[in-house]
Structure formats: C-alpha cells, structure tokens
C-alpha cells in the first residue's frame, strides 16, 4: 500500500485548505485512514480518522474546524480545514491500517504512511 499526501500550501489565518490522500497498491487492505501533523519541535499528533461506515473522529484541537471524508471508489481521504490558525502550522501525514482500533488516535497503530505535505498558516 502506497499512500500520497498533496494539497498543503500557505493561507492567512482565517482561510481554507483541502488535503487528500490517495491510496495505491493493495487498497483492500486499507480500512482505517487517519491525518496526523507534526510541528517543528513537537511530537507528531492526531489530528482526524476515519474508517468505512464509521463516524470521524477528530482532536479537540480542530473539532469543528476539520472535516475528514473519503471517498471509496477512488481509495482517497480528504481532510477540509476550515478557519485555520498559526497553530495549524505543520507537516500533514496521511496513515492507514486494516481494521478499526479504538487507538485510532495513537500514530504506532498505523502499518502505512504517506509522506508529509506542509501546510503554513499566517497570522
């Protein structure tokens, strides 16, 4: 299973980025997709999930600013960010396993990534 970030970019505070995730190989293994971001510095961390016929989940820090989606048919996970801060600033990494986990949220659960794309945020 390959796996391939793209839509990071920069935008002031306040604006909108759409990140995909496109998936390729062995697509039947993938269940689970999730977005997790790490900031220079920092800890990579858990930013959205999602699996087939399963609510999303999200961190606190972007509930009700980011919306994960995916489309099946084309193997891809969106990830809409919405009302963006400076705090949003990091790499995105897309991931994916093969069955649910209630650890959705912890990045060692994940057998497959992506490779980051940036997202930049001004104030």
Do not use: H
């Not at 970019?9 to 995730?21: D, N, P």
């Not at 977005?35 to 999200?58: D, H, M």
């Not at 600013?65 to 996970?77: E, L, P, Q």
């Amino acid at each position: 299973v390959q796996l391939q970030a793209s839509g990071g970019g920069w935008v002031q505070a306040g604006g909108s980025l759409r990140l995909s995730c496109e998936a390729s190989g062995l697509t039947s293994y993938i269940y689970l997709m999730a977005w997790f971001r790490q900031a220079p510095g920092k800890e990579r961390e858990f930013v959205a999930a999602g699996g087939s016929g399963r609510t999303p989940r999200y961190a606190d820090s972007v509930k009700g600013r980011f919306i994960f989606s995916r489309d099946s048919g084309k193997n891809t996970a969106y990830l809409q960010m919405n009302r963006l801060e400076p705090e949003d600033t990091a790499n995105y990494y897309c991931a994916a396993r093969r069955v649910w986990t209630t650890a959705y949220y912890e990045d060692n659960q994940y057998n497959y990534w992506g490779q980051g794309t940036q997202v930049t945020v001004s104030s």
